[in-house]
C-alpha cells in the first residue's frame, strides 16, 4: 500500500513538472511580447545606455522619466534584468529569465513551506495552485511567469520571507522589503507577516505583545532599508522639491490603481477571480469552501496541538484576505486577476497545503474519515483539472507570437538604425508598444505633445506616408 502511494506520488509529480516546464518554455518563448512588458523592459535599457534609472515617459508625457512613477515594477525586478541583458543577450529572452527565475524561486518555497506544513503531499498541492491560476484572460494580464511584470517575484520573495521567518526575522523583513521593490502592491501582506511575528512571539498576554513589540523592530528596519535606498537614489537624483513632486507622482498613481475605468463590484470581482481557474466557476467556489472546512476541521481535531502549522496558515488567511479584499471592495479598480495575484499566488496555495494537513488530521478520527477522503479528494481534483486544462491550454500557440512579431518588426528595425531614429510614437497605445521597444527606439504616445513631430507606429493604415511596412505593422510619417 505503501509503494502505490509513492508511484502515485511520483507520476502526480511528473505530470506536475511537465505541466510547470510547458507553461514556463511558451511563457519565455511563445507568446507575445506586450505593452506592459515593453514599458518595463524600457528603464534597464535606460539604464545600461547611461540615461539612469529611466523610462520612456510613454505615460508620463513621454519623454526620458527618471523614476518614473507609473512602472509599477520596481528595482528588484529591472536591476537584475539590467544586468542579465549587460551581457549582450537578447533584450526580451533575457529580461524574461529574470522573472522565470524568481517562479521557480517561488515554487521551491511553497513545496518547503507544503513540506512544514503537511509533508509531500502538501507540498504537491501548494505547487500545483500557481499551475492552476491562470491570469491571461483579461485585457491587462499576466501571461505567462516570464512576463516582465513584478507580481510573481513579489509573491516569490513573499513565500521566502515565511520560509525563514521562524528563524531568520530580519531576513524575512527585508525579503519582504525588496517584494515591495518588486511590486508596490506587496505592501498589502505586512498584516500577514505582524500576525506572523506575533505569534512567533514568547509567552501570553500583554508579555507576549511586548515581546511582538521588542523582536517586530529589526525586521521593521530590514523590511524598509530597499525602499529607503532607492527613495533616497531619487532624492539624490531630483533633490528636495523635484523628490516631492516624485512622491505626489507615486501617490496619485497608487491611489489611482493605474487605470481609471468604470466602478465595478464585489460580485464581479469575486466572479472574476473563481473564473480564474480553468474550472467551471461551481467547482473553483466548492474547492475553496471545502478547502476551508477541512483547514477548520484539522485545526478543530488539533486543538491545542497545531501552533506550529498555524505560524503558516493564519497569516497566509490574513494575507489572502488582504490581496482579495483590497481589490474586491476597491470599485474603481478593473475586473483584472493582475491586482491581486501577488497574494492569489503567495497565500492560497499555503491555504491549499493546509486542506491537505486538515484533511490528514480529520483522517485520525474514524467519525471524520469519509468526510476528510471525499473533501480533500475534490480539492486535489479541482486543482489538478484546473492545472492539467492551464497545461493544455500553454501548448496552442496564439495568433499573435513573440516569433511572428519579430518578422513582423525586422525591416522596421532595419530602417530605425539605417535612418538613426530615436524616437518612434506608437499608435494608439496598446499593440503598438511593443514593437516600437523591439525596433530599439525610444516609444512615446502618439497624442503626446513631445510627439507632434516623430513617425509614427502603428497596425493600422498610415494617413500619412508610409515609411517602412512590415505587413502587421508600419512606420508612418509624422502628420
Known amino acids: 500500500m505503501i509503494r502505490a502511494r509513492s508511484v502515485v506520488f511520483w507520476v502526480l509529480a511528473a505530470a506536475l513538472l511537465v505541466g510547470h516546464v510547458l507553461v514556463a518554455w511558451q511563457s519565455l518563448t511563445v507568446w507575445r511580447f506586450w505593452e506592459d512588458e515593453a514599458l518595463n523592459l524600457t528603464v534597464p535599457r535606460n539604464l545600461l545606455a547611461g540615461l539612469g534609472y529611466a523610462s520612456d515617459g510613454a505615460l508620463s508625457g513621454s519623454t526620458i522619466t527618471l523614476f518614473d ?234 486543538r491545542g496541538s497545531s501552533s506550529e502549522v498555524l505560524v503558516y496558515l493564519v497569516p497566509a488567511a490574513v494575507g489572502a484576505l488582504a490581496f482579495v479584499g483590497w481589490w474586491a471592495t476597491a470599485s474603481h479598480l478593473p475586473l483584472w486577476v493582475r491586482h491581486p495575484a501577488p497574494g492569489v499566488f503567495a497565500f492560497f496555495p499555503i491555504l491549499a497545503a493546509g486542506a491537505v494537513w486538515g484533511a490528514q488530521r480529520m483522517l485520525r478520527r474514524p467519525a471524520l474519515r469519509v468526510v476528510s477522503v471525499v473533501a480533500v479528494g475534490v480539492v486535489v481534483l479541482g486543482l489538478g483539472a484546473g492545472a492539467a486544462a492551464h497545461s493544455f491550454a500553454a501548448t496552442k500557440p496564439p495568433w499573435l507570437t513573440l516569433e511572428t512579431q519579430r518578422a513582423a518588426v525586422a525591416p522596421l528595425k532595419e530602417w530605425v538604425e539605417e535612418n538613426d531614429v530615436e524616437w518612434l510614437a506608437a499608435e494608439p497605445w496598446g499593440a503598438a508598444v511593443a514593437p516600437v521597444v523591439m525596433t530599439g527606439a525610444h516609444v512615446g504616445l502618439f497624442n503626446a505633445v513631445a510627439m507632434a513631430d516623430v513617425p509614427r507606429l502603428t497596425g493600422a493604415e498610415c494617413a500619412t506616408e508610409v515609411l517602412v511596412d512590415g505587413g502587421l505593422y508600419r512606420i508612418c510619417a509624422a502628420p
Open 69 to 302: 512613477a507609473r512602472i509599477s515594477t520596481g528595482p528588484a525586478v529591472l536591476l537584475p534584468v539590467a544586468a542579465v541583458l549587460a551581457t549582450g543577450i537578447d533584450p526580451i529572452i533575457g529580461a524574461r529569465l529574470v522573472p522565470l527565475a524568481y517562479w521557480a524561486l517561488l515554487l521551491a518555497g511553497l513545496w518547503v513551506l507544503g513540506r512544514r506544513i503537511g509533508g509531500r503531499w502538501a507540498a504537491l498541492v501548494a505547487v500545483a495552485v500557481p499551475l492552476a491560476f491562470t491570469t491571461s484572460a483579461t485585457v491587462s494580464p499576466i501571461q505567462g511567469p516570464a512576463d516582465l511584470l513584478g507580481e510573481i517575484p513579489a509573491a516569490a520573495l513573499l513565500v521566502w520571507a515565511l520560509v525563514v521567518l521562524p528563524r531568520r526575522a530580519w531576513l524575512a523583513g527585508l525579503l519582504v522589503g525588496l517584494a515591495v521593490q518588486a511590486k508596490l502592491i506587496a505592501l498589502l501582506a505586512l498584516p500577514a507577516f505582524a500576525v506572523a511575528l506575533f505569534l512567533l512571539a514568547p509567552g501570553t498576554g500583554w508579555p507576549r505583545v511586548g515581546s511582538w513589540v521588542r523582536r517586530s523592530w529589526a525586521p521593521l528596519v530590514f523590511l524598509a532599508l530597499p525602499t529607503f535606498l532607492f527613495e533616497l537614489a531619487a532624492l539624490i537624483t531630483f533633490g528636495f522639491n523635484g523628490f516631492i513632486d516624485h512622491l505626489r507622482a507615486l501617490l496619485g498613481f497608487v491611489r489611482s490603481g493605474g487605470q481609471p475605468g468604470e466602478p465595478t463590484t464585489v460580485v464581479q470581482k469575486i466572479t472574476t477571480l473563481a473564473e480564474s481557474w480553468s474550472v467551471p466557476v461551481w467547482v473553483a467556489l466548492v474547492v475553496a469552501a471545502l478547502s476551508v472546512i477541512l483547514i477548520i476541521g484539522g485545526l478543530w481535531v488539533s
